[in-house]
């Protein structure tokens, strides 16, 4: 059974703060997403990884990085969190092939910044 | 610029009867569309999905048809059950191993 994990389900963190979210597969995909959710605005794609140490910027990658060390995990940073980046995040993964195929994702990480 | 759109932020409809949830896009080199079902507090999970070169595909309740022409596709379920009701997002990529593009998505709810 495929299976794309984040790290936690809730997050409470402080204005300011260096904040991750980690997200691991175990389906030996090369590509992995980072979406977040917001209310009336759908899934927002803010990073994307075709390969270790490859990372490519989506539709909305202000204040973000990510990180992707190993093939399985790719990690979401919030430099400097602020109250706007309190939101759902979303980890998904897919096969990496020219003809397409779905994404699975994680359960989310619903991150509250106060 | 929107390039998926999904224009009614909700719908409700009654048990039994038939659910239909649209999805227009704008983006020409789409050629592969995808419904995805969320509960809250949940990640979204894949339901059916369409190639350009088709204009139905149908598992069990869910059919989607696509009209490319129009650029517009619709997913039916039929018959509608209160565990139907979700979130659910539409989502459009082109070929070359591009990532999803989302739609707003369309709360559905099924009242028994």
């Known amino acids: 059974d495929v299976k794309v994990t984040q790290s936690s389900r809730y997050l409470v963190k402080r204005t300011g703060e260096k904040v991750f979210l980690e997200c691991v597969q175990d389906m030996d995909h090369e590509n992995m997403f980072w979406y977040r959710q917001d209310p009336g605005l759908g899934l927002r794609l803010i990073y994307f990884s075709y390969d270790v140490k490859m990372k490519e910027k989506g539709d909305i990658p202000e204040g973000y990085s990510v990180s992707r060390e190993k093939k399985e995990r790719f990690s979401l940073i919030l430099e400097s969190a602020s109250t706007n980046q309190t939101s759902m995040y979303l980890c998904?993964?897919?096969?990496?092939?020219?003809?397409?195929?779905?994404?699975?994702f994680g359960q989310g990480t619903r991150l509250t910044v106060v | 610029d929107q390039q998926v759109k999904q224009n009614s932020p909700s719908l409700s409809v009654q048990e039994g009867r038939i659910s239909i949830l649209n999805c227009d896009y704008t983006?020409?080199?789409?050629?592969?569309f995808l419904w995805y079902k969320k509960y809250p507090a949940e990640g979204p999970t894949f339901l059916i999905s369409i190639s350009s070169i088709k204009d139905k595909n149908e598992d069990g309740r869910f059919t989607v048809f696509l009209n490319k022409s129009a650029k517009h596709l619709s997913l039916h379920i039929v018959p509608s059950q209160p565990g139907d009701s979700a979130v659910y997002f539409c989502?459009?990529?082109?070929?070359?191993?591009?990532?999803?593009?989302f739609g707003k998505g369309t709360r559905l709810s099924v009242i028994a």
């Open positions: 989502a459009a990529s082109s070929s070359g191993n591009t990532p999803l593009v």
């Open positions: 983006n020409s080199m789409f050629d592969y």
């Open positions: 998904a993964s897919s096969l990496f092939t020219e003809v397409n195929t779905e994404a699975f």
